[in-house]
């Protein structure tokens, strides 16, 4: 029994197109479950630290109650970035570790699942 010219092709390109789908679908699947895992790991911090999350919160809320009242405050001002400061160093190094375990594109989903949760955190670039 033998396959035409045209055959051969068809057969080909769908066996092609079959193993491209199924990568796709694992790197899909790996990268879901990639942020599954960065999303817990700063869940898991946030319960290990909760005061320092809640501090951040409740002195950016004040400074931004006393500026949006007409009398800001410096001093509220750097006491709300220097909680942000720390929180931002805390998920620096929880970042790090991420990296380590997850490999090189553990940061970028790291980075994404933490301006999903705090928009106004920046984490450094260091080690870029």
Same mark, same amino acid.
């Given at each position: 029994m033998g396959f035409s010219p045209r055959d051969l092709v068809r057969r080909t390109l769908g066996r092609l197109a079959g193993r491209l789908r199924? %990568?796709?679908r694992k790197r899909t699947e790996k990268s879901s479950s990639l942020d599954d895992r960065a999303a817990a790991a700063i869940r898991e911090h946030e319960?290990?630290?909760?005061a320092l999350f809640e501090r951040m919160t409740r002195l950016t809320e004040k400074a931004e109650r006393l500026e949006e009242a007409g009398t800001p405050s410096e001093s509220a001002g750097n006491r709300a970035g220097r909680a942000r400061e720390e929180v931002e160093? %805390?998920?620096?190094?929880l970042r790090a570790a991420f990296v380590a375990a997850a490999g090189k594109r553990g940061r970028k989903t790291f980075d994404r699942q933490v301006r999903s949760r705090y928009p106004g955190l920046e984490l450094?670039?260091?080690g870029r």
């Open positions: 199924r %990568e796709r319960q290990v630290h909760a160093a %805390e998920l620096a190094a450094p670039a260091a």
